[in-house]
């Protein structure tokens, strides 16, 4: 019976009574056909395009696998969906063209496949076209090369209208000795270093060499640097020390002319030989909860005034203070350790006193302000050179006794504020034992008032009062400020005018290679043209923040500049550097600008003299990818005396 039918089913098919079976009905081999909605397509760097692939099926009801392969560097191609059954026909190829990819032309090739079915395949054409532009540049037009050393060049390669190409860099025009290699060779970012090494044959002089920047698709684009060969200048050994609780886990130099070097510490100090004028850098709190990586460019006569003479000791005493009135405290203060008594309070404890003879300073007043910062004197006490031994129990500080004394009041008229300014005043007694006592601090309401100071018969040589006077306006997302520090010993009138505010800086990252390298430029001010520090802080809940200061001297430029020009170095190339210290890219990160003017060794911890003035103004923001402001930057831009390495 089932052979008959198949018979029959044979006879029917022969066409002997229906003439013949149609090819669409036969039992043929199952296939699939690959095609796309162009076979061609151009795109420009940094461009994406759509193609739509359709599938045709015969007698084939399995899914379709398909593969794409062949794009071309720096293209992309992704078919979604990667597998097709009966019922999606269609698939969806997008060609994406990264900003480095290579312009020219080249194919893409999509694959389906399937159980039981020859694979079948679709290959597109590709052109990719240039995007924008890039020009080329160097951060210094020049640079110094001793005999025997080396230096850093910046190159900086600007882009424009989307431009993220891979730039290939060359230099021509070295003399025989002096050889330069990119870091990186071609680049994708917006600079790169040109690292210098001379032998000591190359003879001294000035060199012009070219720099040539190639990218496919592009003209060539070429700059100079000028490279000054010098004779090895002379160094002197200098010696910096630190507190032993603030010892850099990291430090090194770079001499005029030279490559950077690594100094480690013998004990809490780093020596080592220095020309007149040299960069160093050195990292603070690596792996706590703050890392901080200094830069200064400095000459050998500021940087020596660095010292540890505020540093803290091992010395720890207690007292008690008498002759306090209801609501009344009283500052107690040796070197740089504080303490408060209050009338409820009368006892205090002085710890990590510096193990050295130290001037107590004692103030009584009101004190106010959310940390106890401001007094308002009334009487003080001033014992000279106390050298105690550890443990020791201070006689009683008694107010009412004859060792106390009122201060004197002068006046104070301060010049050329404005109306949004907040103003805070703080008159430190400034031993000649480095005791920072209290004498007066307050927040003013207008331009004058009565300044509260040691009288001149309490005075001995060497003794100083510190003058300081801040007026800050800010908002959410900015704070400027002006502030004004001036030296004294004998009380008396004091009228001045702060400065203007300061210049708007531009800050921009020249490269997030090898990690982001930001820069700041200040338009010099006739009032603040000694030094400028330019800051950047980043901020993090689960990992150490990130603080790199860089500050740069008029002294070490050798003048004052038209433009104060800031640039975080490249330190991967020194040893033990990591690049865990420097910034990390695309977070909120704040910036601070400070501009100077007065003896730029004050800035390092040098002693000042009777008469000295330093002037400054800053100003604290946030970088263009900031979308909120962290309060910390704007508050180490504020409130602080200008020896940083003192506090």
């Known amino acids: 019976m089932r052979w008959t039918v198949a018979r029959c089913l044979s006879v029917l098919c022969s066409g002997a009574l229906l003439g013949g079976c149609d090819s669409s009905t036969a039992n043929k081999e199952p296939t699939i056909k690959l095609s796309a909605s162009t076979t061609s397509a151009t795109l420009a760097q940094g461009a994406s395009t759509t193609i739509v692939l359709t599938i045709e099926r015969t007698n084939f009801a399995k899914t379709v696998t398909l593969i794409v392969d062949g794009a071309p560097p720096g293209v992309t191609a992704q078919v979604s969906p990667g597998t097709a059954t009966e019922s999606t026909p269609t698939a969806t190829l997008v060609v994406t063209a990264t900003l480095a990819a290579t312009p020219g032309s080249g194919s893409v090739t999509v694959r389906g496949t399937g159980e039981g079915i020859t694979e079948q395949s679709v290959t597109i054409a590709l052109t990719v076209t240039p995007t924008g532009a890039f020009t080329l540049g160097v951060f210094s037009p020049s640079v110094t090369v001793a005999q025997g050393g080396g230096d850093d060049a910046t190159i900086l390669v600007p882009r424009s209208g989307g431009n993220g190409a891979s730039v290939s860099l060359a230099a021509t025009g070295l003399p025989a000795g002096l050889t330069g290699t990119f870091t990186p060779a071609a680049t994708t970012s917006s600079g790169a270093t040109l690292s210098l090494v001379a032998t000591g044959s190359v003879p001294v002089g000035t060199y012009t060499v070219t720099i040539t920047g190639s990218s496919t698709g592009f003209p060539d684009q070429p700059t ?115 303490a408060t008594a209050s009338s409820t309070t009368p006892s205090y404890s002085l710890q990590n006193v510096a193990t050295r003879p130290l001037d107590l300073v004692a103030t009584r007043g009101i004190v106010s302000g959310q940390n106890g910062e401001f007094l308002a004197p009334d009487r003080m006490i001033v014992r ?67 300044l509260f100071s040691a009288p001149a018969a309490q005075l001995v040589a060497g003794d100083l009062h510190e003058l300081y006077v801040d007026a800050r306006q800010s908002t959410s997302t900015l704070v400027i400020g002006r502030s004004y520090v001036e030296y004294f010993m004998a009380p008396s009138d004091k009228s001045f005018a702060l400065g203007g505010q300061l210049n708007t800086p531009t800050i921009t990252m020249v490269t997030n290679s090898p990690y982001p390298r930001m820069r700041g430029q200040l338009a010099v001010q006739s009032e603040y043209n000694t030094s400028v520090q330019v800051a950047w802080i980043q901020d993090f809940s689960n990992a150490p923040s990130r603080v790199v200061v860089l500050a740069i001297s008029s002294a070490y430029l050798g003048a004052t500049p038209g433009t104060w020009d800031s640039l975080i170095p490249d330190l991967t190339g020194i040893a033990g550097f990591s690049t865990s210290w420097a910034l990390v890219p695309n977070v909120t990160t704040v910036y601070s600008v400070e501009a100077f003017s007065g003896r730029t060794d004050l800035l390092f911890g040098a002693l000042p003299a009777q008469g000295d003035v330093v002037r400054l103004a800053y100003r604290a923001g946030l970088t263009s990818t900031a979308p909120f402001f962290v309060s910390r930057g704007a508050r180490k831009a504020g409130r602080r005396l200008p020896q940083y390495l003192r506090r």
């Not at 690594?262 to 909860?289: D, E, H, I, L, Y």
């Not at 404005?418 to 005791?435: F, G, I, K, R, Y």
């Open 224 to 338: 100079t640097l000028l490279v000054n060969v010098i004779a090895p200048p002379a160094t002197a050994t200098i010696s910096v020390p630190f507190c032993a609780t603030g010892v850099p886990a990291w430090f090194a130099y770079k001499n005029e002319g030279s490559a950077w070097q690594r100094v480690t510490p013998s004990g809490t100090t780093f020596t080592f030989a220095a020309t007149s004028r040299f960069v160093v850098a050195f990292v603070f709190g690596a792996g706590s909860p703050e890392t901080q990586l200094n830069v200064f460019y400095v000459t050998r006569a500021e940087f020596s005034a660095s010292n540890d003479r505020d540093c803290s000791g091992s010395k720890n005493f207690t007292g008690t203070v008498a002759g306090l009135s209801a609501g009344q405290s009283a500052q107690v203060v040796m070197g740089a350790a504080s």
């Open 384 to 450: 000279r050179a106390l050298d105690l031994a550890t443990g020791a129990v201070i006689p009683a500080l008694d107010f009412a006794a004859a060792e106390s004394f009122a201060p004197t009041g002068t006046n104070l008229s301060i010049g050329a504020l404005e109306a949004p300014d907040h103003v805070e005043m703080q008159n430190t007694l400034w031993t000649t034992t480095s005791t920072f006592g209290t004498a007066h601090a307050a927040v003013l309401s207008g331009g004058t008032t009565t």
